[in-house]
């Protein structure tokens, strides 16, 4: 039986308990959603304000070399690349998440040879298959979905040219395990993309020893660089002599300030770029990425698998009765660092906790997501949302008609 006593006893125990204070989080609020968008870094202002309030203002145009802004995508990329365990000059943060995949996939398939075949599953994230179906239909490929996840190896062939896929789910949180579905997809002869936008800051990540050829991931999810933050683009380094992707714009080339007219890409990770970075973004992400500058990714994995276990637990410990069903895997090496739940009234059940001041998200059709952030969600924060969700079930308040009005955004 599990107390409220015994996770604050977690809590006092807890190595990562300081980086909390990183982190801008409104009195009253279980925060539950930083899976979709991380919480404001206590330093992001500040960072923001000196590039609008003095860099901009008074040193205007002269800041691209003053305050090095025109770095700001590689220098970005170098303090992201522990995270992902990539070695320097891989990694760089520009544009979102759907226009590097845009062009991770664009020079996979330039690199494919004959094969025509682009493998993925068909739960991927929505934005993921968007892309890869245009750019299909336009380069004569097709685009096979398999419908179990765990299928992906077997369904690999000589005519995989790329095996693109995101590691988390983003409805489940199932996890998929990079090395041997990357080496799997190798010994076929396919090029191997993987999507982190669930994964960075998440979970370990090891993207050179497990000889990823390219990935993308998210910037304002677990990596809390604000609203619409830039994402970020790793090649790997054997990949980049032969990274030539469709977008080719200046920042990718060679020598953009000579303004020559015939496009030569850059050497290396710099040619993933393709125009102007936006700085003031580019300084909130920054903050965002410092505050996981001492932090051991290792820590952060093993907290996570508490909190979700801890929550899974709990769901069943005092919300037995009330028909949720878990859809994310129990195993540890099989989830991520969310929970999702089914239930007929999913939708109306996250607006009534959004009112109490839990806030988690609803993905269509039925499901009910909980990310849980391992830098600032307490144990006792489990505790308490999951004592909300028994209250909204005994009161009934999800019954409410109001909490069935869908807003734009879920
Ligand atoms: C959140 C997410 C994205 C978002 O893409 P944007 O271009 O930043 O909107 C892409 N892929 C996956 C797997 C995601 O979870």
């Known amino acids: 039986m599990l107390t409220r006593e015994h996770l604050a006893e977690l809590d006092a125990a807890d190595a990562l308990?300081?980086?909390?204070g990183r982190f801008h989080l409104p009195p009253g609020i279980i925060y539950l959603d930083g899976n979709s968008l991380g919480p404001m870094p206590c330093a992001a202002p500040a960072a923001v304000?000196?590039?609008v309030e003095s860099q901009w203002r008074d040193d205007l145009i002269t800041s691209w070399n003053r305050h090095d802004w025109v770095n700001m995508p590689l220098r970005l990329g170098e303090k992201l690349a522990p995270l992902l365990g990539a070695a320097p000059g891989q990694v760089a943060v520009a544009d979102s998440t759907s226009v590097n995949l845009f062009k991770v996939l664009s020079a996979a398939l330039a690199a494919r040879g004959e094969r025509n075949l682009i493998l993925s599953e068909a739960g991927n994230f929505p934005t993921d298959l968007y892309v890869a179906q245009g750019l299909a239909a336009r380069c004569d490929c097709?685009?096979?979905l398999v419908t179990d996840g765990d299928e992906v190896q077997s369904a690999l062939d000589e005519r995989t040219a790329v095996l693109m896929l995101t590691q988390v789910d983003f409805r489940s949180g199932r996890l998929h395990d990079i090395a041997s579905i990357t080496s799997a997809a190798h010994a076929a002869g396919a090029l191997v993309i993987w999507d982190l936008a669930h994964s960075a800051g998440a979970v370990p990540l090891q993207l050179d020893a497990w000889q990823v050829d390219l990935a993308v991931g998210c910037g304002y999810k677990y990596?809390?660089?604000?609203?619409?933050?830039?994402?970020?683009?790793?090649?790997?380094r054997s990949f980049q002599q032969r990274f030539a992707p469709l977008l080719q714009g200046w920042f990718g080339h060679v020598r953009p300030f000579d303004f020559e007219p015939q496009?030569?890409?850059?050497?290396?990770?710099?040619?993933?770029l393709c125009g102007t970075p936006p700085v003031i973004s580019m300084a909130a992400l920054e903050a965002g990425l410092d505050a996981?500058?001492?932090?051991?990714?290792a820590l952060v994995r093993e907290k996570s698998l508490a909190?979700?276990?801890i929550f899974m637990a709990l769901l069943h410990q005092e919300c037995a009765r009330f028909g949720l069903q878990v859809i994310t895997p129990q195993v540890a090496e099989r989830r991520a660092s969310q929970v999702a739940v089914r239930h007929a009234d999913a939708f109306p059940l996250i607006q009534a906790l959004i009112e109490r001041g839990v806030i988690g998200d609803f993905r269509s059709p039925d499901v009910m997501r909980f990310g849980f952030a391992?830098?600032?969600?307490?144990f006792v924060d489990v505790w308490d949302a999951v004592a909300k969700l028994r209250e909204v079930f005994t009161t009934r308040s999800y019954e409410d008609p109001r909490y069935r009005a869908r807003a734009e955004v879920t």
């Open 374 to 378: 391992p830098l600032y969600i307490r």
């Open 142 to 144: 097709e685009l096979k």
């Open 263 to 272: 496009f030569v890409a850059a050497e290396g990770i710099h040619r993933a």
């Open 17 to 20: 308990a300081a980086a909390r």
């Open 307 to 309: 909190l979700t276990g």
């Open 292 to 297: 996981f500058s001492d932090v051991d990714m």
């Open 49 to 51: 304000q000196a590039v």
């Open 223 to 236: 990596l809390n660089g604000g609203p619409g933050a830039p994402a970020f683009v790793y090649v790997n």
